[in-house]
């Protein structure tokens, strides 16, 4: 499985931006995506993920009615739409593939249970 997470960049507060992870190396229709992030200083952190084959999202109260995440069958690809955008959601996003598990309540959170990483992409949200 290869992750391929892309369209971080510059963004000023208040602004939008969207991200996307291209996924290949298998059929991903019980496959459970999560995206994380790591601030500077910080530890990385669960902001929200997809069960591709039902379209289940769940989200950290961090990411809850600013953040989407979505998946196009066709491509591939999972989304994560970052709206309203402020210097604490400056960090680097991995997407993340959970393939022996599907995860409910805390076990979202858990990046033990994610077995395949993407390289990260850098969001920096200036004030």
């Known amino acids: 499985v290869q992750l391929q997470a892309s369209g971080g960049g510059l963004v000023q507060a208040g602004g939008s931006l969207r991200l996307s992870c291209v996924a290949s190396?298998?059929?991903?229709?019980?496959?459970?995506m999560g995206w994380f992030r790591q601030g500077p200083g910080k530890e990385r952190e669960f902001v929200g993920g997809?069960?591709?084959?039902?379209?289940?999202?769940y989200y950290a109260d961090s990411a809850k009615g600013r953040f989407t995440i979505s998946r196009d069958n066709a491509k591939n690809v999972v989304y994560l739409q970052m709206n309203s955008l402020n210097s604490e959601d400056s960090a680097v996003y991995y997407c993340?593939?959970?393939?022996?598990?599907?995860?409910?309540?805390?076990?979202?959170?858990?990046?033990?249970?994610?077995?395949?990483w993407g390289q990260g992409t850098q969001v920096t949200v200036s004030s």
């Open positions: 190396g298998r059929t991903f229709s019980s496959v459970t």
């Open positions: 997809i069960r591709w084959g039902s379209g289940v999202t």
């Open positions: 993340a593939a959970a393939t022996r598990d599907t995860l409910y309540g805390y076990m979202w959170y858990s990046e033990q249970r994610y077995d395949y």
